[in-house]
């Protein structure tokens, strides 16, 4: 198991946030990641725009979980629709 930081960026109406937040904890969870920390640092506007959003709330999660299942991850996350945009970075320790 390694450790990682994933950023996640959501759309701001709360009920795509929500289900886009709630998606992403379920996708890990059956993945076998631990969530060690979770920290919402709040709405911000992004750099240009993504699928016609201009802002974001961005939510960052470090997890521990094992290197071969962020491929699949990665797969899940593509195709969830309240998932603007993710970046998985490895923590070195």
């Known amino acids: 198991m390694r450790q990682y930081e994933l950023t996640a960026i959501f759309p ?3 009920d ?3 289900a886009g937040r709630e998606t992403v904890l379920a996708d890990l969870a059956a993945q076998g ?3 060690t920390k ?9 750099a240009y725009e993504i699928k016609k959003r201009r802002r974001g709330r961005y939510v960052l999660f470090t997890l521990n979980i094992d290197p071969a299942k962020i491929a699949v991850l990665d797969k899940a996350f593509k195709l ?3 998932l ?4 998985f970075v490895n923590i070195e320790g």
């Open 12 to 14: 701001l109406e709360e």
């Open 80 to 82: 969830n629709a309240n």
């Open 33 to 35: 990641a631990e969530i």
């Open 84 to 87: 603007i945009r993710y970046l």
């Open 38 to 46: 979770t920290d919402e640092t709040g709405d911000r506007d992004l």
């Open 16 to 18: 795509l946030s929500k």
